[in-house]
T-cell receptor, first 117, second 112 residues
Framework: NAGVMQNPRHLVRRRGQEARLRCSPM?????VYWYRQLPEEGLKFMVY????????ESGMPKERFSAEFPKEGPSILRIQQVVRGDSAAYFC???????????????FGPGTRLTVL | AQSVTQLDSQVPVFEEAPVELRCNYS??????LFWYVQYPNQGLQLLLK??????LVKGINGFEAEFNKSQTSFHLRKPSVHISDTAEYFC??????????FGTGTSLTVIP
């Protein structure tokens, strides 16, 4: 059973370009979470999605950032018109709800390191 | 709102010595508590978690943590560290298991 997959692992963009980060959850997982890790900082929650639905986007910047998790295919985090401050590691996690509990253990992918020149 | 404080940004320790990484949290309600480890250029791996029950939680790689409700702490300990334990360690809290709040991390360096 493969773990959470993220690609690309490294992405370089020039200011003003678009960045697309992809996340394939673990098999059987229908919940996806995106986090951003700035240099020397911990992970900051961005958004929580289930298939075709955004459940909680309280951590998403109001502009330029969007996320989706379509019925088929990976979850996509999209950053339009990137700026240098967007340079960070972006981690995806996935989970499923174990029967009989409301706790979702999250399994993390290896991350995408975005560098904006 | 929940928040997590990891008091030590860097902890150097000699091989085979004990180590404690400190974590304090603030929350007005009961939370779930976690420790994750991040090796260079990798994602986070769950070390251990506290959901309920016994306050002493044992995790992988010989790590354990103790939940102290009165002190709102969840310190991570290992009696004897190895070189391979060199990594970044993150404490996290969650109210529902959906949204996690992470500390800023503690960089553990094991010295031969």
């Amino acid at each position: 059973n493969a773990g959470v997959m993220q690609n690309p692992r490294h992405l370089v963009r020039r200011r003003g370009q678009e960045a697309r980060l992809r996340c394939s959850p673990m098999k059987g997982h229908s919940h996806v979470y995106w986090y951003r890790q700035l240099p020397e900082e911990g992970l900051k929650f961005m958004v929580y999605l289930q298939k075709e639905n955004i459940i909680d986007e309280s951590g998403m910047p109001k502009e330029r950032f969007s996320a989706e998790f379509p019925k088929e295919g990976p979850s996509i985090l999209r950053i339009q018109q990137v700026v240098r401050g967007d340079s960070a590691a972006y981690f995806c996690a996935s989970s499923r709800i174990p029967p009989g509990t409301n706790y979702n253990e999250q399994f993390f992918g290896p991350g995408t390191r975005l560098t904006v020149l | 709102a929940q928040s997590v404080t990891q008091l030590d940004s860097q902890v150097p320790v000699f091989e085979e010595a004990p180590v404690e990484l400190r974590c304090n949290y603030s929350s007005s309600v009961s939370v779930y508590l976690f420790w994750y480890v991040q090796y260079p250029n990798q994602g986070l791996q769950l070390l251990l978690k506290y959901l309920s029950g016994s306050t002493l939680v044992k995790g992988i790689n010989g790590f354990e943590a103790e939940f102290n409700k009165s002190q709102t702490s969840f310190h991570l300990r290992k009696p004897s560290v190895h070189i391979s334990d060199t990594a970044e360690y993150f404490c996290a809290v969650s109210l529902t298991g959906n949204q996690f709040y992470f500390g800023t991390g503690t960089s553990l360096t094991v010295i031969p």
